[in-house]
């Protein structure tokens, strides 16, 4: 049966970063194995482009939603094609097609009764798209997951009878016992559904950025929520409740691979969405740990944000693939570091892999023009046996999703190659004329590097191209070298470059603190400013400056009204500054800027991407004075 891996689709508020790399790549990985035993796999991967997070975004950079997210989705397409991801579905959810079938089930669990109106109250964390009852919130504001505070919001909504699959899923679970991996995350999902599951509310309302209910409701007061709109991504690109030809056959074999901080969506909701539609449940659920810097969680405050395009550049894409999935074991948190990065590479890669291609390549051209043949490998017994154990332990390895360890082992073989240098002296054994027994040497190292490509191809399909290459062996050979555990006879080699070469780091993690913190100054000259909450009367373009606004802002009785001119006109309009309550420096010496007099500075904040925001005095009276 054929399978189908799914990435979860990103949102498009930020750039990719590591931690989206790592779940890709994991997906391409899963499927290019797949390949490699000769089963047919398809991979989705996409974006998801709807929701708060996003309207705000694009708003904060002065661009439609539209446009904001055609930009960004793109970033994580042009991405993964750079990375030579085997993706073979690239979903957005701004697609005409999701959209019709997002409506389409909305109207199925509807007409299932799975739907009803009524009234949300309770908290919503923007940044995570997520409810919360108050009982989950920590101090009762904060978001368990993300730490940020959540709004508290009570609106009509439409809600998903959650609780009424209660008893399915638990049933489910005891039934496929494996279906989530590790083990352990299982049980925190019993857990939670044990402790009883409550109706989800399934809309928005307050903001327009979403998939608009089906028609044949007629309420364009509400949207979908953002999580319903986006799991369906796993199933629109292949036709459901669409135009697009009818694959949806291939959700019967579906892995998905998720961060443990989406979860839940994945192992509550989305089955139980499944289930309402009558549509057959994921198969697998592989659930990974998060990627820290220095133990820290990325952020694009802290600037600790790695980018896995610069990684990918500055070291090379396989050695970043290889790290990714070696380092640490699946369902684990991991710390990302140059250091552990380089470290991890010249030991595995150079010294282990690369090493051993150059000694094979050089010794068979120089004593046998890099034709190398051999029927006997007696004296090699022993390490042919081992080199076979290992190989078979391999497949459980990938099956119970611990990549990790897969390479640990493979690399192994690899190990028992360069022992077997070390142990014969190929050198010492052509001076005593022992020329056959060097060949069967080479030769078995030939079927060694022969073996470890075939085997590596998931993770390093380049370099394990290039060795194929260098050996001319190929993906047919799968059946004799790996699943009948045979050994090729004869080799003719073709020099290849260095695969490999030493790393050096070229940056470390440590964050650093750039010092531009102006001079020092004492509480009394800091005291000689005088900010004041002003609350703007007016404000207009000022003619034939693309960046000047004239503003009449309000001090309250003490100071009256004063004109300031102001930068602020690609980032504010004039509309959206009236009645505005903004802090400003009124006894800064008056300067005329094109002619016009300006008697004050109002203060204003520009992050490192060029966004500026006015520090405004929400709720605080004109005139009062900021300290
Ligand atoms: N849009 C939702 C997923 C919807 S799937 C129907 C979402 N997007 S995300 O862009 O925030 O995250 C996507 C994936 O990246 C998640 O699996 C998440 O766990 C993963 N990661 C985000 N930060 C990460 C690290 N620092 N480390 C590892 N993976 C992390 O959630």
Not at 367 to 373: K, V
Not at 447 to 458: D, E, R, V
Not at 501 to 524: C, G, Y
Not at 579 to 587: G, K, Y
């Amino acid at each position: 049966m054929i399978k189908y891996v799914t990435t979860p689709i990103y949102y498009v508020n930020d750039i990719p970063h590591i931690g989206h790399a790592y779940t890709t790549i994991l997906c391409d990985m899963f499927k290019r194995y797949q390949v490699l035993k000769g089963k047919e796999c398809l991979l989705l991967t996409g974006t998801d482009e709807h929701g708060q997070k996003i309207e705000s975004s694009a708003k904060a950079r002065n661009k439609t939603p539209k446009e904001y997210v055609d930009e960004t989705s793109f970033k994580f397409q042009n991405l993964w094609n750079k990375f030579d991801i085997a993706y073979d579905y690239f979903v957005r959810t701004t697609n005409e097609a999701h959209d019709m079938g997002v409506k389409r089930a909305f109207e199925e669990m509807y007409k299932n009764g799975d739907i009803y109106k009524g009234h949300y109250e309770g908290n919503y964390c923007i940044s995570c798209e997520t409810f919360f009852t108050k009982r989950q919130l920590v101090d009762g504001i904060f978001c368990p997951d993300c730490g940020k505070e959540t709004n508290s919001i009570k609106e009509e909504s439409y809600f998903f009878r959650l609780s009424r699959y209660e008893k399915k899923l638990l049933d489910w679970y005891k039934a496929n016992p494996d279906v989530i991996m590790p083990l352990n995350k299982k049980s925190e999902i019993i857990n939670f559904i044990e402790g009883g599951l409550s109706d989800l509310s399934i809309t928005r309302s307050g903001f327009k950025w979403g998939i608009s209910l089906p028609p044949f409701i007629d309420d364009s007061k509400h949207i979908m929520y953002v999580w319903l709109d986006a799991l369906l991504s796993y199933i629109t690109p292949l036709g459901y409740g669409n135009d697009i030809p009818n694959k949806i056959y291939l959700f019967n074999n579906a892995t998905h691979f998720v961060g443990k901080d989406i979860l839940r969506f994945h192992a509550i909701y989305w089955p139980a969405f499944l289930m309402s539609l009558n549509l057959p449940l994921p198969k697998q659920i592989y659930v990974h740990g998060w990627w820290t810097i220095d133990g820290v969680k990325m952020s694009k405050s802290i600037g600790n944000v790695v980018n896995p395009d610069d990684i990918a550049n500055t070291y090379g894409l396989e050695v970043m693939r290889y790290f990714l999935i070696r380092e640490v074991p699946f369902g684990q948190d991991g710390d990302f570091s140059h250091k552990a990065l380089v470290d991890r590479a010249n030991a595995d890669l150079s010294d282990t892999l690369g090493n051993l291609v150059n000694r094979l390549l050089g010794m068979s051209e120089k004593y046998f023009d890099l034709n190398i043949e051999s029927e006997n490998f007696d004296y090699l017994k022993d390490e042919i046996n081992e080199v076979s154990t290992i190989i078979k332990s391999l497949e459980s390895y990938m099956t119970n999703m611990t990549p990790h360890k897969y390479l640990e082992e493979l690399w192994k073989i690899f190990d028992i190659a360069n022992a077997s240098i070390a142990k014969y002296e190929p050198w010492a054994m052509m001076k005593a004329g022992k020329k056959d027994e060097v060949q069967s040497l080479l030769v078995f190292i030939s079927n060694i590097l022969s073996k470890g490509a075939l085997l590596f191809y998931p993770i390093l399909p380049h370099a394990a191209r290039e060795i194929m290459k260098c050996l001319k062996v190929d993906f047919s050979y799968f059946g004799k070298l790996i699943e009948d555990d045979g050994l090729l006879n004869k080799f003719s080699l073709t020099k290849i470059p260095p695969l490999f070469p030493k790393l050096e780091i070229k940056t470390s993690n440590v964050i650093e603190k750039k010092s531009d913190i102006k001079e020092e100054i004492d509480i009394s000259q800091f005291n000689k400013i005088d900010i004041r909450v002003g609350r703007v009367v007016e404000a207009d373009i000022l003619k034939d400056s693309s960046k000047l606004l004239v503003l009449r802002i309000d001090f309250g009785e003490n100071v009256g009204i004063r004109q300031i001119v102001s930068g602020i006109a690609k980032h504010y309009s004039p509309d959206e500054l009236k009645d505005m309550l903004v802090c400003a420096i009124i006894n800064l010496k008056p300067v005329k800027l094109m002619g016009i007099l300006s008697e004050g500075m109002i203060l204003s904040a520009e992050d490192s991407s060029g966004i500026l925001r006015l520090i405004s005095a929400n709720d605080i009276e004109a005139g009062s004075v900021v300290r």
